[in-house]
């Protein structure tokens, strides 16, 4: 292989790196270049998807500029536009052609634009793409106003009047009146919320409570008959809780009424004159005439709504809290079951088991588990906690629920040992390691003093050893919170009608199913009757997703990098 | 931890002894933890083991033989007459018989005590023939010796006086109990159908004709059927009328000739009924019945073999009726009798010999063979939940098995072969598991979702495995220090991103970013690869005052604004060229003129998208690979004066190439078990196409979609759970491998 004479690529490489063709290719430098791309391109994904994701998500809250114009395909009347611009693209005439377009020259390249034109209502549809060389008449009126709406998406149009009180104001003061109406409005419609979901949630849920009671006494053998005063304690609170509902009941009327006093007339683009009551609106404003400043300001509104409201519309409006509440909870049940369980099995494996094959194996395996699909895990969950645990629980401890299930059904608790399950492989794996690298000089050292193993472990192994189990613990939560799949199977709803935590006894409810950010993304973007109006909730789901994993990363990663440092300094 | 320090810490009761109680306790308190250690270490191992248990146990039973197992046996209750029909209720503890003289008799299937006995209106003239009208709602059609017709109703309502079950049959006359006219004398042969506002009646008269009436179904407001007279067809058949089948939905007819073994095949309109042709069995028939389902019929023949045949179209769109497949009883004797299930394509066959065989038909198998009786089976009957099999032999002698066959679907040919379903023209792979009646025949080959999971993970392989390896190849060789500190954490971040983000972005913006721009993807294909080499030339000729400004090892940093030109170039000429090449629309002219079709969602954006969630895996532990390959093994090579290239290629990677297995194996796992990306970027359609624009189905997608809607303990669900059990061995063989792989490597390099 070794020719006596020097080695001609290298040669040519030295000699004159200025060489031709021939010996830069000889180097072998092109085959080094594409490496470099390789990793190049790695880089640029990553970064895209990150980019785009953010870019995207976020642009959904800024308030995008109402265009007025006319559109007018060749053949067709022209029609009045009232719109958002979304996005734009270059599209050949031919394939125009192919979507049924009156295109004129198909070889030609047209710019075909997605724009949310509103009023769904009236025109079956948010959103429509338009081909941009067929618009004119371009302007910007200050007064085009975005309503956004409680039913129906968002409403495009002009105020012509408010009538507030049963009064009729029209001109200029009229925006100045319906914003404070709104106002009012709003602050009408969270109370009537607070008082059905809460007060009138929490009546339902006692009296449920009460009639779970009543068959159990039923199942127990008691009669009405001969047991005449347990059932008629029941009778009682039942009809305190009635007495509750009713005055609850009244006060809501109350409050409906005063809610729908207030209506505005407004004139859409092709000049359809509306009149909305108010409670069926949510906000009003009037981009075109927003300073950058307010802009900002309106945005962040936005975000802030996004991150704290309830879902609308099959979850394509409104915010994702309860979507985020359930991610949370649910890693934070996970984190209780994983982290001592997970430390366990790494102090058995390297502090207590005698180091063979045996242990070796089992090692393999616990880091191979890391490495079967997560799907499998869901299954695991469905058919093991929910099906046999949870249907044993049901007949053991709540017959009396009968035939409906409470925990033989997917829920919370389940969706968290399953993931737990899932993520004890990367404890265990981040542990061990942690455990390795202390050196055993340290652990001698205590020892010779005289502390037993115990102490040693719990004094000088685990303390030290702590960073590294920070480390395992946040990579598992952040594969948690990112991990959908096995929770399709075993509690992620799309709308969960209550929050897994609320003021009812016993307040933290294990059974229930809950919502989850990842499942959010998977349901909105792929089941949602309108895809347009929801892909920009989609992505700003994404980011936050996005944001919260890689900041869990980052901070593993820190740890861990420190962590080395460190005992690279203890090992000198 | 070494042994010896282990057992000073574990101090024998010679150190405690004497020393004070507070040294006791530090000594008691290690124990316990030692224990907590030991049950939590091992509980947890436990735990994980129980995963792979636990699936196991969910998939057995589907390989478990089924077994008949007696319950009694007792001569027919009831008047000694010959008996025409026999049934038994949904739970299996109710009988009905029906003998020729019109009694109809109940009777309790565990001792054979008569409930009840009445006799059949109008049936002094005795029954000639009876057939099945309605399984599920227990109707059945009798024909009276004078050729009227009756239809009754046997049910059976459930009560709990005392908490007891008690079961009551319930017998009715859907049509009323007047007979309803139809042939002057008994004729063979009944059979009886009610579709759409119709009931036909058929039957074959003593002169060999074919009798077919009709009568209009008037429902009033009440709920109660009124019949019209219709009109009335009769028609000289090329065969011998022995059996006639008529199919549910009133479109084709079978004329069976039991001696000469012939099957004429009618096509029935609303004229005069066409024969489509006259087939031969092969052997003289004994029976002829419709499995559930109603598409299929079997056909009983004195050889032992019972054939299925269904219509089937050909080649130009007609119809014709194909034998399909054949069972063998495999005694070889003379069948006699032949029963069928209610909601499954499961039917028995008794012979001469009282021997009794379970078929199932779409598996293609016979699933178990035991001699039931010690004379010839006339009758064989499943109750409808088909826990209950009855066989009367010919000495009138009832005999009651209770039968445990949950999972007759599953056959190695019904798995993993063509099999050829009804109404398909041919055999094929199909997966079609659910359906809202038990009319439909599920279709349970996984044959296409093993396909699309290999297929998604082959183009996912082929786009990530090139980008990973040469990525960790420069990462690990020419890259400098400090760009490989920022590079390694954002290839960490590429791993964290949670896959079903990828999917999203996968289905709702690569997927139709793809479609609009397909010839920009395919040019980027090859414009990329040719551009880098370039650039790299084009440096080398820059001045060297530029060129040393940059240090070694950023190359990659310098190619980024590079490739974003040249994607950038690519997508901006795209369109152009679209116009040019290909008439402004790739997907119609890859149409027109290849024939290739386009699905928006595809195995391509899958290969990218899924790509990308495997590239940081294969990366990471390939660049550790190259990384840790010891150093003085690659300067030894460069100082001999090979160029870097050349040590890379003869010397590193070989010494390396057993950790970039290994990081392909684990990155090969993960491709095949994902979820996420594939449930969303496919269009999970499980079809055996090796099409890059096609979709396709995977076993996790499958497993994710149908998992919440299957029933548990069906074989739908076991065989969810088997693909899950596959999924799991799969990636864990494949991991175990690379795992050993890699430890192998380790003590290699530790050792040079």
């Not at chain 2, 270490?41 to 478990?64: R, W």
């Not at chain 2, 399984?135 to 009798?142: F, H």
């Not at chain 2, 495995?465 to 690990?476: D, E, K, R, S």
């Not at chain 2, 999924?727 to 192998?744: D, G, H, I, K, S």
Request: net charge negative; with cysteine.
């Amino acid at each position: 292989m070794h020719s006596p004479t020097p080695n001609p690529a290298a040669a040519d490489l030295t000699v004159r790196d200025t060489g031709g063709v021939r010996s830069y290719v000889k180097s072998g430098q092109p085959y080094v270049w594409t490496t470099a791309a390789a990793i190049a391109v790695s880089v640029i994904i990553t970064v895209a998807l990150l980019v785009l994701t953010a870019v995207r998500g976020m642009a959904h809250f800024w308030p995008a500029d109402l265009l007025q114009a006319t559109y007018a395909p060749p053949g067709e009347a022209p029609a009045p536009l009232l719109v958002e611009v979304r996005s734009a693209e270059e599209v050949t005439g031919a394939r125009l052609q192919t979507a049924g377009l009156p295109i004129e020259d198909p070889e030609a390249l047209y710019t075909r634009a997605l724009v949310k034109v509103g009023n769904r209502d009236l025109y079956g549809a948010d959103f429509r793409y338009v081909v941009e060389e067929w618009i004119g008449d371009r302007s910007w009126p200050e007064d085009a106003t975005v309503w956004e709406r409680v039913e129906w998406g968002n409403l495009h149009g002009f105020l012509l009047s408010a009538s507030i009180d049963g009064r009729t104001i029209a001109g200029p003061q009229a925006w100045t009146a319906y914003r404070e109406a709104q106002r009012r409005a709003n602050e009408l419609r969270e109370q009537i919320d607070a008082i059905e979901r809460d007060e009138i949630g929490a009546i339902n849920y006692r009296m449920e409570r009460l009639r779970l009671e009543e068959r159990r006494l039923e199942l127990d053998g008691l009669t009405r008959a001969q047991d005449t005063a347990a059932f008629a304690a029941l009778d009682a609170r039942r009809a305190a809780l009635d007495g509750e509902y009713a005055e609850l009941n009244a006060e809501r009327t109350r409050l409906y009424e005063a809610l729908n006093r207030d209506s505005i007339a407004v004139r859409t683009i092709d000049a359809r004159e509306l009149t909305v009551p108010l409670a069926k609106l949510v906000a009003g404003w009037q981009p075109n005439d927003m300073n950058l400043l307010q802009k900002i300001g309106f945005w962040f509104g936005k975000v802030w709504e996004f991150v704290s409201d309830e879902p609308r519309e099959a979850n394509t409006e409104g915010g994702i809290f309860p979507a985020i509440f359930g991610t949370v909870l649910m890693v934070i049940i996970m984190s209780i079951f994983v982290t001592p369980f997970g430390i366990l099995a790494a102090l058995y494996l390297r502090e207590y088991a005698k180091q063979g094959p045996v242990t070796r194996a089992i090692r393999i395996a616990v880091n191979n588990l890391a490495g079967v699909p997560s799907i499998v895990f869901g299954m695991f969950g469905l058919g093991f906690f929910v099906y046999f645990v949870g249907g044993s629980i049901d007949r053991l401890f709540f017959p009396e629920a009968a035939p409906a299930p409470v925990f033989g059904t997917p829920g919370i608790l389940w969706a968290s040992l399953t993931l737990a399950l899932l993520t004890l492989p990367v404890v265990i794996v981040a542990t061990e390691e942690g455990l390795a690298r202390i050196p055993r000089s340290i652990r001698e050292a205590s020892l010779a003093l005289g502390a037993t193993k115990a102490e040693t472990l719990w004094r000088v192994v685990l303390p030290m050893a702590s960073p590294a189990m920070m480390t395992g613990l946040i990579l598992a939560i952040a594969r948690a919170a990112g991990e959908t799949a096995p929770l399709m199977l075993v509690g992620v709803v799309k709308l969960a009608p209550n929050l897994p935590i609320d003021g009812n006894f016993p307040f933290l409810h294990f059974e229930r199913k809950f919502m989850h950010l990842g499942f959010h993304i998977y349901d909105v973007g792929f089941q949602s009757p309108n895809v347009e109006a929801a892909r920009p909730l989609v992505y700003a789901t994404s980011f936050l997703l996005v944001v919260v994993i890689v900041v869990l990363n980052v901070a593993a990663i820190t740890i861990r990098n420190r962590l080395r440092e460190h005992y690279k300094a203890l090992e000198d | 931890m070494n042994e010896q320090s282990a057992a000073l810490a574990t101090a024998p009761d010679s150190i405690v002894a004497g020393k004070a109680a507070g040294v006791r306790a530090r000594y008691l308190k290690d124990s316990i933890a030692r224990w907590i250690v030991w049950i939590g270490g091992l509980g947890v191992i436990g735990a994980l083991l129980l995963i792979f248990v636990y699936l196991l146990s969910e998939v057995l039973p589907l390989f478990q033989s089924a077994d008949v197992e007696a319950r009694q046996q007792f001569q027919l209750p009831g008047p000694a007459a010959q008996t025409v029909y026999v049934a038994s209720e949904e739970q299996g503890e109710i009988g009905l018989r029906l003998t020729a003289a019109g009694d109809l008799v109940f009777f309790d299937l565990y001792d054979g005590a008569v409930l009840s006995a009445r006799r059949l209106p109008h049936s002094e003239a005795g029954i000639a023939d009876a057939a099945t009208l309605s399984a599920e709602g227990g109707e059945v059609a009798v024909q009276f010796g004078d050729g009227r017709v009756s239809v009754f109703s046997h049910t059976y309502e459930l009560s709990y006086p005392n908490d007891q079950r008690v079961i009551t049959p319930v017998i009715g006359y859907p049509y009323g109990d007047e007979p309803l006219p139809f042939m002057e004398q008994a004729g063979r042969s009944l059979v009886v159908r009610a579709e759409r506002g119709a009931l036909v009646i058929a039957a074959a008269d003593r002169n060999g004709d074919v009798v077919l009436k009709r009568y209009e179904m008037q429902e009033s407001l009440f709920g109660d059927a009124t019949l019209e007279e219709g009109a009335l067809l009769r028609f000289t058949p090329p065969v011998r009328a022995d059996i006639l089948l008529l199919e549910p939905l009133l479109s084709w007819l079978y004329v069976i000739d039991r001696e000469a073994g012939r099957i004429a095949f009618y096509r029935l309109g609303e004229a005069e009924p066409e024969l489509v042709d006259v087939y031969e069995v092969g052997s003289p028939v004994r029976d002829a019945r419709y499995l559930s389902g109603g598409i299929s019929i079997v056909v009983a023949q004195a050889d032992g073999v019972i054939s299925q045949w269904f219509p089937a179209r050909d080649g130009d769109g007609g119809h014709y009726l194909a034998r399909v497949r054949g069972f063998e009883t495999g005694t070889g004797a003379p069948i006699t009798a032949l029963g069928v299930e209610q909601r499954r394509r499961v039917f028995a066959a008794g012979d001469e010999n009282g021997n009794v065989a379970l078929f199932h038909a779409t598996a293609d198998r016979r699933i178990l063979r035991e001699k039931l009786l010690d004379e010839p089976v006339e009758f064989l009957s499943f109750n409808p939940r088909a826990q209950y099999l009855m066989a009367i032999g010919a000495d009138g002698q009832l005999r009651g098995y209770d039968v445990h066959n949950e999972h007759p679907e599953v056959s190695l040919k019904a798995l993993w072969g063509r099999v050829w379903y009804e109404s398909y023209d041919k055999p094929r792979f199909l997966w079609q598991s659910s359906a809202a009646t038990s009319d439909f025949e599920p279709k349970f080959s996984l044959t296409p979702l093993s396909f699309g999971t290999l297929k998604a993970a082959f183009y996912a392989m082929l786009f990530a495995v090139p980008l990973a390896i040469l990525g960790a190849i420069f990462t690990a060789n020419f890259m400098a220090p400090q760009m490989r500190q920022a590079v390694k954490p954002t290839v960490e971040l590429m791993e964290a991103l949670p896959t079903v983000i990828l999917g999203f972005l996968a289905g709702l913006w690569l997927a139709p970013f793809v479609e609009a721009n397909l010839p920009g993807v395919f040019l980027t294909l090859i414009l990329l690869p040719l551009s880098i080499p370039l650039a790299g030339f084009a440096w080398s000729r820059t001045p060297r005052a530029i060129r040393l400004r940059v240090p070694e090892g950023w190359e990659a940093a310098m190619l980024m604004p590079v490739i974003v030109a040249v994607v950038w170039f690519c997508f901006a000429l795209a369109k152009p060229l679209e116009t040019l090449l290909f008439g402004g629309n790739m997907q119609a002219w890859m149409d027109r003129t290849l024939g290739i079709g386009y699905d928006q969602r595809n195995a391509l954006v899958v290969g990218i998208a899924m790509g990308i969630a495997v590239i940081p895996t294969i990366y990471s532990i390939a660049e550790d690979a190259i990384f840790s390959v010891p150093k003085q093994l690659s300067l030894g090579s460069l100082a001999l004066g090979a160029t870097p290239w050349q040590t890379l290629v003869r010397v590193v990677l070989p010494t390396a190439s057993p950790g970039i297995f290994s990081a392909v194996m684990i990155g090969m796992g993960r491709a095949v078990g994902e979820t996420m990306i594939v449930l969303m970027a496919t269009g999970n359609t499980p079809v055996m196409d090796p099409s890059l624009f096609q979709g396709l189905r995977t076993l996790s997608a499958n497993i994710a979609v149908e998992m919440p809607e299957s029933e548990v303990g069906s074989t739908h669900f076991r065989l969810l759970f088997m693909a899950g059990l596959v999924l799991f061995l799969f990636t864990f063989l494949f991991n175990t491998l690379a795992e050993t792989v890699r430890q192998r490597l380790r003590q290699k390099y530790a050792t040079i």
